[in-house]
Structures are given as structure tokens and as C-alpha cells.
């Protein structure tokens, strides 16, 4: 009706289908190709815009976003996500994003190095014990990101790699792997939203309900604990503790401790907003999940990268060399470092974590000559954005010197998108790529990644969820 080309829809389905057996990227491909650069389908009975144009992305993402602020939900979730960030909606979206943005700020960031450090010591030890050796890289790295953000999250001192069976380990996995009953209900929960509800309260959820309610549980007793004997320590689970936002003159509240309660003298110093419990162990809980996948998909790609370029990887250890030598990197020095700012960005285009992102329209709406009416879901698709020959020549060779300085602008706008852009971006960013570069360097200074036998190229990816490969990525280690 609304002259939006596209592909015919099934009942009840509608292209959802389609997407399950073909893949999405393969979909998205071809529809763009058929359709342009903007086309509609259905998921479900729900209708679907999908857009590359980048003015109408700007709009959507940012100059209109107040018509955009959320994210589809299936109603198949439990409430420790509802609770956390990135599935909030509207006004608590926005209440709760002004709470939390400033503690990812540099300042309480550079509090966390320290641990990260710890932890990429950590990994480099493991791997340099491993010397010779195919090892898959997956594995290796999503241990370091458990133990990392296991530390930065919640204060929890971790070995993954050692200690395999600590419940804090082995619960993660399921959660991550998407089981093939799991599949039906998440078919029928995209097609019909409204039953994911009904699914959720007779026991049936795409997440596993025992895994979640153990970080649940964790979650709550350490609040408690730290609230019972006034504990106070540096992580991400103490600052969600500490912060507090004055909602008369809308702005942040530097507050060390956990148990001020806006007083002084015995009167109201401010009108204050903190986050309840189940809020702050849902943004820690959503936090750690964040921080697990898509930082060790990162780290996973990059060392593939290393092993398939040689040249690259000698190009980011002595840029490495020249610029830290010995020195323990930190928040600034690592900042320094910038082949390795073009390096990471090109492996977070040419893999980009999430390779979609969606909107949902609050209100009826019109850009650029295209209407939009309420409810519609708007699909983002990351990953043909990021290989289209239109935003990047020559875009499936593997090119770190396009995002140097003398290439103004290929990350302004909406050409790159592996965090997002505009106010709901990834609000930990900033935190995913100070892990990723000081993990680079610890590992650089002592190994190199090397194309063995077992690696295979080019990769066989499915772009469900977090961007993976069929396969795992195996590349042997050596002593560099």
C-alpha cells in the first residue's frame, strides 16, 4: 500500500521463512540488489523497511530519533534482560541511559585497566604454553573476555581457561548456543509476538532458564552482600551502585558511595534518580553478555586477519614497539597506537559483531518521500552496508589504511556501524575496544598467529544473532 517494493510474503509467516533456510545475509542481498536501497517484507504479520540509504539512515538513527528510540521485542524474554539496557523502551530507556552513561566515561574506565591488563596476561601466559599448537581461537578468546568482564563486571576473579567448570563458566555456553528446538519458538515468537508471551509463562523460552537464573541469583547476592557490609569495590556492578542522576537539573552526580541519600543537613539536597536492584543486576547481566560474544568476535577475527597478513601484523608490532616498548599500556598510550585504531576498525567492517540492527516507529512519520507508519520495525543490515562498493571500494579486500587520518569522513554518518550510532549506540564502545587493543598488544609483544593447515579460508559465516563462522577458526600459535 505504501508502494515500498519488495518480496511476496507467505501467511502468517510471511518472509520470516525465507531468512531461516536461506540466511539473512544471503536474503539481504539479493533483496537489496532486486529492490534498492530500500525495500519492505514481513516478519510475520509485522511489516519490515529495510534501509541502506544513508540520509534516510541519518534520520532514522539520529535526527529523528525520538521517533525511533526502540528495539523490537518478542515478549519471549525474562526480566533480567527487560531490566537491562539494551531492551528498555522509551522514557526508562532514556531515565536509565542518563544514570549509566558516565560509568563508561574515560575517567572510571581508566580505573578498570589494571584488571584488563591481569587478564590479558593471563592469556598470553595460556597461549605462549600452547606455542606450536593448532588452537581455536574462539575458545581462547571468549576465556579471556569471561575473565575480564567476570573482573570489570562484578568483581569476580576468574582463570576460564583453568577452571572450566566453575559456574560462572559453564553457565554462559548455553546461552550462546542457539539449540535447534530453541529455533521454533524463536520462528514463532518473530512471527507472532504476542504469543512469545504465552510461550514465556507455560515454560517455554529461547533462553535457557536455569543458565539465566543462575546470574540472577549471583547478581542479587552480591548487591546484597555489598549493601549488608558496606563494600565498596572497582568494578561495573559497584558504579551502577553508586550512580545517581539529579533529575531537577538533568545532569550526572559524582557519588563515590553507595549509601548516600541526597542529604544534607537533614534536607533534600536534590531530586535524585538510582537504579533498583533489578535494574542494576539486569544492566550488569546484559553488560556481561555484551562484553563476552562481541569483544571475543573481535579478537577471533583479528587474529585470522594476522594469520592471512602477515605484513599487517608486523606493521601493528612495531607500531606497538616504537610507541609502548616495554610500558604497561593504559587508557592513554594505547590511544597512540594508531595503525592499530585502523586495523581493529577495518576487522569491525570487514566482520562487524552484530551484522544487523533494528528500530520500531512510535509514531507515523515521513522522510525523504518515504512514509513510515507506526509500529513499522526498521532493519538496519550492518554487514551489506559495510561491503557495499557504494560506501567502500574494493570492499571484500581486507584494507586497515582506509580508516587513516587522511580518509576524513568514512566514519562520520552511518557507513560504519559495528557499535551503532546516534544516542543508542553501544554505550560500552568505549570498554570493548580498550580490551580488544591492550589484548592485541600483550599477545603481539610474544606470539604471532600463523595460517596452519587447519585454517580455513575463505569463512563459511552465519549471520544469526552475533556474526560466526560454521567452523571453528583454528590458527597455530608460535613464539614470536
Given at each position: 500500500?505504501?508502494?515500498?517494493?519488495?518480496?511476496?510474503?507467505?501467511?502468517?509467516?510471511?518472509?520470516?521463512?525465507?531468512?531461516?533456510?536461506r540466511?539473512?545475509?544471503?536474503?539481504?542481498e539479493?533483496w537489496?540488489?532486486?529492490?534498492?536501497?530500500?525495500?519492505?517484507y514481513?516478519?510475520?504479520?509485522?511489516?519490515?523497511i529495510?534501509?541502506?540509504?544513508?540520509?534516510?539512515?541519518?534520520?532514522?538513527?539520529?535526527?529523528?530519533?525520538?521517533?525511533?528510540t526502540?528495539?523490537?521485542?518478542?515478549?519471549?524474554?525474562?526480566?533480567?534482560?527487560?531490566?537491562?539496557?539494551?531492551?528498555?523502551?522509551?522514557?526508562?530507556?532514556?531515565?536509565?541511559?542518563?544514570?549509566?552513561?558516565p560509568?563508561?566515561?574515560?575517567?572510571?574506565?581508566?580505573?578498570?585497566?589494571?584488571i584488563?591488563?591481569?587478564?590479558?596476561?593471563?592469556?598470553?601466559?595460556?597461549?605462549?604454553?600452547?606455542?606450536g599448537?593448532?588452537?581455536?581461537?574462539?575458545?581462547?578468546?571468549?576465556?579471556?573476555?569471561?575473565?575480564?568482564?567476570?573482573?570489570?563486571?562484578?568483581?569476580?576473579?576468574i582463570?576460564?581457561?583453568?577452571?572450566?567448570?566453575?559456574?560462572?563458566?559453564?553457565?554462559?555456553?548455553?546461552?550462546f548456543?542457539?539449540?535447534?528446538?530453541?529455533?521454533?519458538p524463536?520462528?514463532?515468537?518473530?512471527?507472532?509476538?504476542?504469543?512469545?508471551?504465552?510461550?514465556?509463562?507455560?515454560?517455554?523460552?529461547?533462553?535457557?532458564?536455569?543458565?539465566?537464573?543462575f546470574?540472577?541469583?549471583?547478581?542479587?547476592?552480591?548487591i546484597?552482600?555489598?549493601?549488608?557490609?558496606?563494600?565498596?569495590?572497582?568494578d561495573?556492578?559497584?558504579?551502577l551502585?553508586?550512580?545517581?542522576?539529579?533529575?531537577?537539573?538533568?545532569e550526572?552526580?559524582?557519588?563515590?558511595?553507595?549509601?548516600?541519600?541526597?542529604?544534607?543537613?537533614?534536607?533534600?539536597?536534590?531530586?535524585?534518580?538510582?537504579?533498583?536492584?533489578?535494574?542494576?543486576?539486569?544492566?550488569?547481566?546484559?553488560f556481561?553478555?555484551?562484553g563476552?560474544?562481541?569483544?571475543?568476535?573481535?579478537?577471533?577475527?583479528?587474529?585470522?586477519?594476522?594469520?592471512?597478513?602477515?605484513?599487517?601484523?608486523?606493521?601493528v608490532?612495531?607500531?606497538?614497539?616504537?610507541?609502548l616498548g616495554?610500558?604497561?599500556?593504559?587508557?592513554?598510550?594505547?590511544?597512540?597506537?594508531k595503525?592499530?585504531?585502523?586495523?581493529?576498525?577495518e576487522?569491525?567492517r570487514?566482520?562487524?559483531?552484530?551484522?544487523?540492527?533494528?528500530?520500531?516507529?512510535?509514531?507515523?512519520?515521513?522522510?525523504?518521500?518515504?512514509?513510515?507508519?507506526?509500529?513499522?520495525l526498521?532493519?538496519?543490515?550492518?554487514?551489506?552496508?559495510?561491503?557495499?562498493?557504494?560506501?567502500?571500494?574494493?570492499?571484500?579486500?581486507?584494507?586497515?589504511?582506509?580508516?587513516?587520518?587522511?580518509k576524513?569522513?568514512?566514519m562520520?554518518?552511518?557507513?560504519?556501524?559495528?557499535?551503532?550510532?546516534?544516542?543508542?549506540?553501544?554505550i560500552?564502545?568505549?570498554?570493548?575496544?580498550?580490551?580488544?587493543?591492550?589484548?592485541?598488544?600483550?599477545?603481539l609483544?610474544?606470539?604471532?598467529?600463523?595460517?596452519?593447515?587447519?585454517?580455513?579460508?575463505?569463512?563459511?559465516?552465519?549471520?544469526?544473532?552475533?556474526?560466526r563462522?560454521k567452523?571453528?577458526?583454528?590458527?597455530?600459535?608460535?613464539?614470536?
Amino acid at each position: 500500500r505504501l508502494g515500498i517494493p519488495g518480496p511476496t510474503p507467505l501467511p502468517i509467516v510471511g518472509n520470516l521463512l525465507e531468512q531461516f533456510i536461506r540466511g539473512i545475509e544471503k536474503t539481504d542481498e539479493e533483496w537489496i540488489r532486486k529492490y534498492g536501497k530500500v525495500f519492505g517484507y514481513y516478519s510475520g504479520y509485522r511489516p519490515v523497511i529495510a534501509i541502506t540509504d544513508t540520509e534516510i539512515l541519518k534520520s532514522v538513527l539520529v535526527k529523528d530519533f525520538q521517533n525511533f528510540t526502540d528495539r523490537p521485542q518478542s515478549g519471549n524474554l525474562p526480566n533480567l534482560l527487560l531490566n537491562g539496557l539494551f531492551f528498555m523502551k522509551g522514557r526508562t530507556w532514556k531515565r536509565t541511559r542518563n544514570i549509566i552513561t558516565p560509568t563508561f566515561s574515560g575517567g572510571k574506565l581508566k580505573n578498570l585497566i589494571p584488571i584488563i591488563n591481569k587478564c590479558a596476561e593471563t592469556l598470553v601466559n595460556n597461549l605462549s604454553d600452547r606455542q606450536g599448537e593448532n588452537v581455536d581461537v574462539r575458545k581462547v578468546f571468549t576465556h579471556f573476555t569471561m575473565d575480564a568482564i567476570a573482573s570489570t563486571a562484578f568483581g569476580i576473579d576468574i582463570d576460564s581457561q583453568k577452571q572450566p567448570d566453575d559456574p560462572f563458566v559453564k553457565n554462559l555456553e548455553p546461552i550462546f548456543k542457539i539449540r535447534r528446538l530453541a529455533r521454533i519458538p524463536i520462528i514463532l515468537t518473530a512471527a507472532i509476538p504476542p504469543l512469545g508471551k504465552l510461550l514465556y509463562k507455560v515454560g517455554i523460552s529461547t533462553w535457557p532458564t536455569d543458565s539465566v537464573r543462575f546470574y540472577e541469583e549471583t547478581g542479587k547476592a552480591l548487591i546484597k552482600e555489598r549493601r549488608n557490609r558496606k563494600m565498596s569495590k572497582i568494578d561495573f556492578l559497584q558504579m551502577l551502585m553508586n550512580a545517581e542522576f539529579d533529575e531537577t537539573k538533568e545532569e550526572y552526580i559524582h557519588n563515590e558511595s553507595t549509601f548516600s541519600n541526597g542529604m544534607a543537613n537533614g534536607k533534600p539536597t536534590h531530586i535524585t534518580s538510582k537504579l533498583s536492584d533489578d535494574e542494576i543486576n539486569g544492566q550488569a547481566f546484559v553488560f556481561f553478555l555484551a562484553g563476552y560474544e562481541t569483544t571475543s568476535s573481535l579478537l577471533r577475527y583479528a587474529s585470522y586477519i594476522l594469520a592471512l597478513h602477515p605484513d599487517i601484523d608486523e606493521k601493528v608490532y612495531e607500531e606497538i614497539q616504537q610507541t609502548l616498548g616495554q610500558d604497561e599500556p593504559d587508557y592513554e598510550n594505547i590511544g597512540n597506537l594508531k595503525y592499530m585504531d585502523q586495523f581493529v576498525n577495518e576487522v569491525l567492517r570487514f566482520y562487524p559483531p552484530i551484522p544487523r540492527l533494528s528500530r520500531v516507529a512510535n509514531e507515523d512519520i515521513t522522510i525523504q518521500g518515504l512514509t513510515i507508519p507506526k509500529g513499522t520495525l526498521i532493519h538496519v543490515p550492518i554487514w551489506s552496508i559495510h561491503h557495499s562498493e557504494e560506501n567502500y571500494s574494493n570492499p571484500d579486500t581486507f584494507e586497515p589504511e582506509r580508516f587513516s587520518p587522511d580518509k576524513k569522513g568514512i566514519m562520520e554518518g552511518v557507513t560504519f556501524l559495528p557499535f551503532g550510532t546516534g544516542p543508542r549506540h553501544c554505550i560500552g564502545m568505549r570498554l570493548a575496544l580498550v580490551e580488544a587493543k591492550i589484548a592485541l598488544v600483550y599477545m603481539l609483544r610474544r606470539i604471532r598467529f600463523v595460517k596452519s593447515e587447519k585454517t580455513k579460508v575463505p569463512l563459511d559465516l552465519v549471520h544469526f544473532g552475533i556474526l560466526r563462522p560454521k567452523t571453528p577458526i583454528e590458527v597455530r600459535v608460535e613464539a614470536r
